[in-house]
């Protein structure tokens, strides 16, 4: 892992972060990498925004992960600072490499050095390899994640 | 449920917004009632962000309900932004009342009219009341949500 970089995402690197986000079964039906001009808007809030980290995992000069960590202060836990871990692929080349526990790991820091106390992100319910993976990390499943669509 | 109010918190709601939050078995070890600076010192960020909303529900010149609702952009779902609900609370005298359903449902109407796509919480997998109440409001309880203290 000496060369894993993980640096903020810039536009040249959209094609690759979609391309992963759809390389799945539930992103395939979300997402349009034929289209990246949405992303591009959305990239451009994102880093004009000083709470939002929307990074990749670069080897080699290659883009083989991205994740989004947004800071979120709060009143609750007598006003603890939290991080919401959202959008986490890894590459299909790099599963099982060790990249996603080091890209994690990052994460983690990266919340730290915030000042956050809680680190919180959600999974769908039938991604059962992931949830090992986050509990291996010291996640603990401890709530239900409530979706809804407007 | 003709004269709720629902407006932004401030610093002198803060120890009827604690009082709640501390309101129950998981609060009432994690919250300090008799000490508010933490939660001053918070209120003052997140009134700061715009993208944060901490609000209060007011009947009859009484605080009786707070939630937070937190705008995320992001790149997944063709750039779609969610909405984060968190710290959901209503007084103990006003459940059943109808009160939440109201309150919750401001939030969603407040999270369309910023633009989200999508709204988002978690519960802890031991308030099975409020898993229903989410559920009959619309929400989908699709996901696992993993927590790691730092």
């Known amino acids: 892992m000496g060369d894993l970089e993980v640096r903020p995402a810039a536009a040249d690197d959209l094609p690759a972060i979609v391309a992963m986000l759809a390389d799945d079964p ?4 979300r997402e349009s990498p034929d289209d990246l001009t949405p992303y591009l808007t959305a990239l451009e809030r994102l880093n004009n ?3 939002q980290h929307v990074v990749v995992a ?3 000069g290659r883009v083989v992960g991205t994740l ?3 800071i979120v202060p709060g009143l609750a836990r007598k006003g603890a600072t939290r991080a919401i871990i959202e959008a986490v692929r890894v590459h299909a080349d790099e599963r099982g490499s060790g990249l ?3 890209f994690l790991e990052w994460a983690l820091d990266r919340a730290r050095s915030e000042g956050c ?3 919180q992100l959600t999974s769908d319910a039938t991604r059962t390899d992931a949830h090992r993976f986050y509990e ?3 996640f603990e499943a401890s709530h239900v994640g409530f979706k809804l669509r407007l």
Chains 1, 2 share one sequence.
Not at 26 to 29: H, N, R
Request: aromatic residues 0%; proline residues 5%.
């Open 49 to 51: 925004d000083p709470h």
């Open 136 to 138: 291996r990390l010291g």
């Open 100 to 102: 996603g526990t080091h």
């Open 26 to 29: 539930l992103g395939a039906q």
């Open 68 to 70: 989004q960590l947004t």
């Open 58 to 60: 670069v080897r080699e």
């Open 117 to 119: 106390q809680l680190v």
